[in-house]
């Protein structure tokens, strides 16, 4: 029972970062059709600007909040001004090309910078553990949940109250009629990405503090594609679905099976929701048979 | 259309088959093949290394063209196939003891097979959905290799003796890159042929309209499994030469990395065009040793710059990717067909 416990708290923490992940990904492709593989590549920047800014530069950890999501913001608008609008229109393969050639130069970037090695992990949630039922909990992990479940929570708000949260709805179902109503497609495209990569850092700063700071932070991208699978491509409220259910099915398989296969878990399902039920669990469906 | 393919007038059947056709092509394919002939003797044992990395990469990019160029079916998971390719031939070689000519051959059926069974989810599956499930399967391929220790060993390095056929032993590069370039001639000629084939024609049929085609009588199902399994075919002979030629094979060699270096490959050439698939293999394989190079000479002024060379390749790698999709879609092949209008227009625009 302590066990699994304890497999379900570390699969929700995990989880919740997954769905921040996951969430900067949905917003790109919902606003703009581009299919992100540079999204794990801005957790790595966002774990090592953080890791900058709080440990080489030995700012205080809220400072070092604010300028690891302005970096964020401000590449994420200089992605989509000078990369991907000279993409629009173009096949999928181009634009799935640009973003992985992104995604070297990120982590090229990181490298050259800060090397391989595994730095030291900049702490700033609260450290020691919790006993619940037996079970031993990092409060770091609590944290890291509580914190994932206000921002996704001030997303949903967002798209449903503010603004500019509709027009980028409006542009999603339609760019000429946004268009139409005054709508600057650019800047909600602009806006996007920025927020895409808002959240991905947030996600990295989480995980940074979790599991330390190193290049293999840039594998937690690929998981976000099971998640967006499961939860549907184009919806908000999935990647929160996908990211509980992908962090916990990985962390039970760890726990109770072993042997590596939680490694690969996610692709298993991945596949099997494509051949089944390729919009996920709450995307749109669209048909088109061949 | 670049004008330099225009106005060629065929006075026979005969010569309307002929894959070259003006003086000019003929010309410049002898000086190609003179200069295939000569790198070994010229070039220093570094940059026939090089030069026999090329001549693999050349048979992966033309199966990967063949696949996502000319039958638009995006696929990541080159690195999975390569995988496959290496291990069947190198066990076969070193468990059942069969001579290492039969190893490839049957390293490339066997590969055939297992990428048409992959292909299976593209039968429902297009576009972004396709290249995800594709990235699916090239993890599930690695994670096989990694765990079924009974079968590849594990994660431990498969070694395997050097290769000797009818008493002559290849010892060094110079003996491998006439094996190796025979191969990716023939698989360049049997590319280049495939596409004035009734199956060649229905793989463009399917990349450039797929409902179309299916109401003109082309079977979409059977197209995409045999493009799945032709391009996993050449996949398979460059694992499988690629074994038996470093004499190594380690599931490190087949990650996601190796399929975007591909996919790379042939962007940077050109999608749909063997010929730009040699182009971009040689590119892309020149470029991080040229890199290397750089920084060796650059370290006398900054001593640094030999550990920062590794990273630097990443970030170039990265750039030439985007720089290429922003400036010439196209590719190398492009480019190289817009010099030769130039040239043959010149001092007129057009």
């Known amino acids: 029972m302590s066990d699994f416990l304890q497999l379900t708290l570390f699969g929700l923490s995990n989880g919740a970062i997954l769905a921040l992940a996951a969430l900067g990904f949905v917003l790109i492709y919902k606003a703009t059709g581009v299919i992100n593989f540079a999204q794990g590549h801005f957790l790595l920047i966002g774990a090592y600007v953080f890791y900058a800014a709080m440990i080489v530069f030995g700012f205080h950890w809220s400072l070092s909040v604010l300028i690891g999501v302005a970096v964020a913001i401000v590449l994420g608008v200089l992605v989509e001004r000078f990369v991907l609008r000279p993409m629009i229109g173009e096949e999928a393969i181009a634009v799935i090309m640009v973003t992985i050639g992104l995604s070297s130069m990120f982590a090229g970037s990181v490298q050259f910078l800060f090397g391989t090695a595994p730095r030291e992990t900049p702490r700033f949630l609260p450290s020691g553990a919790m006993e619940l039922a037996g079970a031993t909990v990092p409060w770091s992990r609590i944290w890291a949940i509580g914190i994932a479940a206000v921002v996704l929570t001030a997303f949903t708000l967002f798209f449903t109250r503010s603004r500019h949260g509709i027009a980028m709805r409006a542009v999603a179902d339609d760019q000429q009629a946004a268009l139409a109503i005054g709508i600057s497609v650019r800047r909600v495209f602009a806006l996007a990405w920025a927020l895409a990569a808002a959240t991905a850092v947030v996600g990295g700063i989480l995980l940074a503090n979790l599991t330390g700071v190193s290049p293999a932070l840039a594998g937690f991208g690929l998981v976000v594609f099971p998640v967006v699978i499961l939860g549907g491509l184009d919806s908000v409220p999935g990647t929160i679905a996908g990211g509980i259910i992908i962090g916990l099915l990985v962390q039970y398989t760890a726990g109770y099976i072993g042997g590596g296969f939680e490694q690969v878990i996610p692709f298993v399902v991945l596949i099997g929701i494509l051949m089944v039920r390729p919009y996920g669990l709450f995307g749109q469906v669209r048909i088109e048979r061949v | ?350």
């Open chain 2, 1 to 350: 259309m670049p004008a330099s393919a225009t106005g060629v007038h065929h006075r026979s059947y005969a010569s309307e088959l002929t894959l070259r056709h003006t003086r000019a092509e003929r010309f410049r394919l002898l000086l190609i093949l003179a200069a295939v002939v000569m790198v070994p003797f010229i070039v220093t044992p570094y940059w026939l290394t090089i030069a026999n990395q090329i001549g693999i990469a050349v048979i992966g990019a033309v199966g990967l063209n063949i696949l996502v160029g000319y039958t638009g079916q995006i696929s990541l998971g080159q690195g999975g196939f390569l995988a496959v390719g290496a291990y069947t031939s190198a066990l076969l070689h070193i468990r059942a003891d069969l001579p290492v000519p039969v190893c490839i051959a049957l390293a490339v059926i066997t590969t055939a097979a297992i990428g048409a069974l992959f292909g299976v989810p593209a039968l429902r599956l297009k576009g972004l959905y396709l290249a995800i499930a594709t990235l699916a399967s090239q993890e599930i391929i690695l994670f096989a290799v990694r765990t079924w220790d009974w079968l590849t060993g594990g994660v431990d390095a498969i070694s395997l003796p050097r290769l000797e056929v009818g008493g002559f032993i290849f010892r060094q590069d110079f003996d491998w890159y006439w094996v190796i370039m025979a191969f990716a001639v023939l698989a360049v000629i049997t590319g280049r042929n495939l596409f004035r084939t009734g199956l060649g024609r229905s793989f463009m049929a399917v990349r450039d309209q797929d409902i179309a085609a299916s109401a003109m009588g082309v079977d979409v199902t059977r197209t995409k499994v045999l493009a799945f399994a032709i391009s996993s075919a050449y996949a398979g002979l460059a694992g499988a030469l690629m074994a038996h030629y470093t004499g190594i094979v380690t599931w490190e060699r087949f990650t996601l990395d190796v399929s975007v270096l591909y996919l790379a490959i042939i962007i940077v050439g050109g999608l749909g065009s063997i010929a730009g698939s040699v182009y971009g293999a040689i590119f892309m394989i020149t470029l991080p040793a040229l890199i290397t190079r750089f920084g060796q000479d650059f370290q006398s002024i900054w001593p640094q710059a030999a550990e920062k060379v590794p990273a630097v390749q990443v970030i170039v790698f990265g750039l030439v990717i985007v720089l290429f999709l922003i400036f010439e879609p196209r590719g190398l092949n492009r480019i190289w067909q817009r010099m030769k209008d130039y040239i043959r227009f010149w001092p007129y625009r057009y």
